[in-house]
């Protein structure tokens, strides 16, 4: 069993900047494929970022140029550096984590991942 906690979110205005975190226990967290998804209001979760193994990643269209995601092994820890926050940002984030059969594949399915966080809550304010 895989415990992940987010941590980070708030209430930040509009062109403002957070940066999220996401721990996650285990002695292989460098083998683990991790992601963000969001969900906003009244809508579904969707796909933000992922991080696998490799140090390889991919970003939803909408948030690249302004969200990085990256990871420190050394912490098992993730992380999701957001700036130019805009109000349509505004959703619960959630870290997700995949352990097995990882390797170099991107995983931007929320049902590719076997373990999530509570969830952490950004509201950008205009």
């Known amino acids: 069993q895989v415990q992940v906690v987010e941590s980070g979110g708030g209430l930040v205005q509009v062109g403002g900047s957070l940066r999220l975190s996401c721990v996650a226990s285990g002695r292989t967290f460098s083998d683990y494929a991790m992601g963000w998804f969001r969900q906003a209001p009244g809508k579904r979760r969707t796909f933000v970022a992922t991080?696998?193994?490799?140090?390889?990643?991919i970003a939803e269209e909408s948030v690249k140029g302004r969200f990085t995601i990256s990871r420190d092994n050394a912490k098992n820890t993730m992380y999701l550096q957001m700036d130019s926050l805009k109000p349509e940002d505004t959703a619960v984030y959630y870290c997700?984590?995949?352990?097995?059969?990882?390797?170099?594949?991107?995983?931007?399915?929320?049902?590719?991942?076997?373990?999530w966080g509570q969830g952490t809550r950004v509201t950008v304010s205009s």
């Open positions: 997700a984590v995949r352990t097995s059969g990882v390797g170099r594949t991107l995983y931007i399915m929320a049902d590719t991942y076997e373990y």
């Open positions: 991080i696998n193994a490799s140090n390889g990643t």
